[in-house]
């Protein structure tokens, strides 16, 4: 059983800090792994993407990878109110099945103002 | 990325009915996926639909409760059959898109009575 880890939180920080999400994966043929946005009522959308040990920075955000850890974060800078929702973590199955995702649970972020 | 037209939105059914869940996309897709995700859960994919195939059901799903349709490259249908209250949901479709991760449609809330 392939399993995808994430802190529940919820994880609360002030306007202008740091947040930063964890996750950790089973499957360790795993090549993909995506951060997603769930905004309470709507659908999840994707914000970051990574493939390769080390870190990605694409605006506010930074997500890192450690494959020989299984580890997957998402960092999100000068945190702002609007940013306050579910963040899910999803990894791609390794083998015959990549093209599947396994989505965590996820981390409910409140960015205080 | 592709556009996902999902519909309904929501609806209200009674239990022993059934419901079927339209998702077009603006543009030809090898596969589409629908999920699940139930309140205050993670999602859960029920199923992968390859056009001109019969879907692939994940454990736990079976095709008499969850039928697919996959006539085209761009258009997709998930009924949910002889619905029961533990059939209330938020339904999703999704699909790939190259290497940039898999985008979801608006989803579809479910509530059975």
Known sequence: QKEVEQNSGPLSVPEGAIASLNCTYSDRGSQSFFWYRQYSGKSPELIMSIYSNGDKEDGRFTAQLNKASQYVSLLIRDSQPSDSATYLCAVNDSGGSNYKLTFGKGTLLTVNP | ?113
């Not at chain 2, 592709?2 to 998702?23: E, F, M, W, Y």
């Not at chain 2, 205050?40 to 059901?57: C, H, M, V």
């Open chain 2, 1 to 113: 990325s592709a556009v996902i037209s999902q519909k309904p939105s929501r609806d209200i059914c009674q239990r022993g009915t059934s419901l079927t869940i339209q998702c077009q996309v603006d543009s030809q897709v090898t596969m589409m996926f629908w999920y699940r995700q139930q309140p205050g859960q993670s999602l859960t994919l029920i199923a992968t639909a390859n056009q001109g195939s019969e879907a692939t059901y994940e454990s736990g799903f079976v095709i008499d409760k969850f039928p697919i349709s996959r006539p085209n490259l761009t258009f997709s249908t998930l009924t949910v059959s002889n619905m029961s209250p533990e059939d209330s949901s938020i339904y999703l479709c999704s699909v790939a898109v190259g290497t940039y991760g898999y985008t979801f449609g608006s989803g579809t809330r479910l509530t059975v009575v």
